[in-house]
């Protein structure tokens, strides 16, 4: 018998019913819509955006810097690449480990610390509990980083970066400088020529993969780094070590606060050496004191004081207050305007030529001299000199010197007697530099510079003369005279020619001299064709008997007869006449 089927009534829905479930289903469809016109038009940018990140990377290249390098391309500065090592204990793994296994930081431990050279109890007290990422090393080479690579170890990231580094320590810090922990320029031509020394950087979109897979593309080598051009310096490093030597022992003999010494090819004011003591190693910048950042060469201002006599002599000769063959009384003391200048050693000479007021170093011949000459005239002359200008180098910043001003200088008779023997205004080394320069070269203005592209260095002179030809010649024997029998005897070398004069100033305070003392020596070689400019400054020797003779000279003869093997300059005996070539 068959079972019967239930037949089940069908009742209408019930209006109210009906009408929620009619809503409810236009709710889901309006928020289904408004959540498309939210994400097609309201949030489109930013999901383009999202998704162009994943899709694509920027790639940044390194923030690295021009290597620096002498004349000789001897490398002086350049940056090297070094790793940070990153680890993340959590993801710890060994090639061939099941994906769930975790490796202890011991295990990790052991195979990394014959690479880093560190004992396992060291690098283990480095983790300290840490479960998340952090830097566990760094300054890690290029060595260390493929064996590390090698170990295939999840859990470890190397991050390249690039460290500025100089492998001549001391020798160049106060002129090449220092990049700072955020590889910036911070001193010297790091700092001067920052934007000649940064690499031209460009970044570049690489495309991924859904996996994340680079995908190939049209970049080149060059897309990330734009050029790989030096810094060229027109330093030599051999003549540079030489002359930092011979400053260094010198500035340590005589318990000197500092000391700089510069030598300068005259035709076209290219710096073949510029050594300054005390200095500093860049590669640890931090543990020295700034000031020794600074390069007073150029920024701190000094009175030249005997080394600005041949100067001047110059100026009387080109206003011809006086002529070659002349002679002036020297009493040993001259009064001016009620006050009474003495020469150095308080002698009187009698009756002297002009070469004979520099071997001597008359103060009294040089004030009777520059009498001759009027006031108005001497001061617009420094004033051409540019005494009172900044110089215009490559560097430092360089400070203008100090010169009275023109009413003052005028009308006081005290300060065209005193400015005679180079005292009463103020000038860097580095300017006296370019005025002797221009004494040797024929009269005309060269500017000091380091760099080989400086102003078009290939340009001998500029179009400003400071002296005439004849007159250049005429002082450059006088202070060859100074050499041969004068104060400047300790640096005579045997077939050279080199002309000279010393020079030691007391230094002023608050308005009054002290008994502080800066001693210095200027010398140009050879006379018969002049090629080089050669000065050393010392500054507060702190030893009895303490002139530009003793202290100055000694330093200057090492650094020429350095030059003169470096640069084969070949003897010249003094008979033979020097011939000058107007430019």
């Known amino acids: 018998m068959k079972k019967r089927k239930k037949i089940v009534h069908l009742l209408p829905l019930e209006d109210k019913r009906f009408k929620l479930t009619y809503i409810f289903l236009l709710i889901i469809i309006f928020t289904l819509f408004g959540r498309l016109v939210n994400l097609q038009v309201f949030s489109a940018s930013d999901l383009k955006k999202k998704a162009r990140s994943i899709q694509s990377s920027r790639t940044i290249s390194l923030k690295t810097r021009r290597s620096i390098v002498d004349r000789n391309n001897r490398l002086i500065a350049y940056d090297k690449s070094l790793y940070k090592l990153w680890a993340h204990p959590k993801y710890f793994h060994f090639p061939g480990d099941s994906i769930n296994k975790v490796r202890r930081v011991e295990e990790v431990v052991k195979k990394l610390s014959p690479i880093l050279g560190l004992k396992d109890e060291l690098l283990l007290a480095k983790f300290n509990n840490n479960s998340i990422g952090f830097e566990l090393s760094n300054q890690i080479t290029e060595d260390k980083a493929n064996k590390i690579r090698k170990l295939q170890i999840s859990g470890l990231d190397l991050f390249k970066y690039s460290q500025r580094y100089y492998p001549q320590g001391k020798l160049y810090s ?115 004191n700034p000031e020794l950042f600074k390069g007073w060469y150029s920024q701190d201002l000094f009175e030249p004081g005997s080394t600005f006599k041949p100067i001047n002599l110059a100026l009387a000769l080109e206003e011809k207050v006086i002529q070659k063959d002349g002679l002036v009384e020297d009493i040993g003391k001259v009064n001016v305007g009620g006050w009474t200048l003495s020469n150095w050693d308080k002698k009187g000479n009698g009756y002297i030529n002009y070469p004979e007021v520099l071997q001597v170093s008359s103060n009294v011949g040089m004030v009777k001299i520059m009498q001759k000459l009027d006031p108005l005239i001497f001061w617009n002359r420094l004033e051409k000199l540019g005494i009172n200008k900044k110089l215009e180098t490559d560097s430092f910043e360089s400070t203008a010197g100090h010169l009275k001003r023109k009413e003052f200088f005028v009308n006081q008779s005290i300060e065209p007697a005193v400015a005679s023997f180079g005292k009463g205004f103020s000038i860097s080394p580095m300017k006296l530099v370019q005025i002797h320069a221009a004494l040797a070269n024929g009269g005309f203005e060269v500017t000091p510079h380091v760099t080989l592209n400086f102003k078009d260095s290939q340009k001998q002179y500029s179009q400003k003369q400071f002296f005439s030809t004849e007159v250049s010649r005429i002082v450059l024997e006088w202070m060859e005279s100074v050499v041969e029998n004068g104060s400047g005897a300790g640096v005579r070398i045997n077939g050279y020619r080199i002309a000279g004069k010393t020079g030691t100033s007391q230094k002023a305070k608050n308005g009054k001299y002290t008994n502080k003392k800066v001693c210095s020596f200027v010398a140009t070689l050879p006379v018969n064709n002049p090629k080089y400019v050669v000065l050393v400054v010392i500054d507060e020797p702190s030893k009895s008997y303490a002139y530009g003779s003793t202290v100055a000279v000694p330093v200057a003869k090492e650094i020429i007869e350095s030059l003169i093997v470096i640069e084969k300059i070949p003897p010249k005996m003094k008979e033979n006449k020097r011939i000058v070539k107007k430019p």
């Open 174 to 288: 106060n002129v090449v400088g220092f990049v700072n922990d955020e590889n910036k320029g911070s001193a010297g031509l790091e700092l001067h020529l920052d934007r000649q020394i940064k690499v031209l950087n460009k970044s570049n979109l690489i495309k991924r993969g859904g996996d994340g897979t680079p995908l190939p593309d049209n970049s080149g080598p060059r897309d990330f780094i734009s050029d790989y051009k030096s810094l060229g310096l027109t330093i030599d490093s051999k003549l540079q070590k030489a002359s930092f030597e011979a400053l260094s022992k010198q500035v340590m003999n005589w318990k000197a606060k500092k000391g700089f010494a510069i030598v300068m090819d005259v035709t076209n004011g290219e710096i073949l050496s510029l050594a300054s003591v005390p200095s500093y190693d860049p590669n640890k910048f931090w543990q020295y």
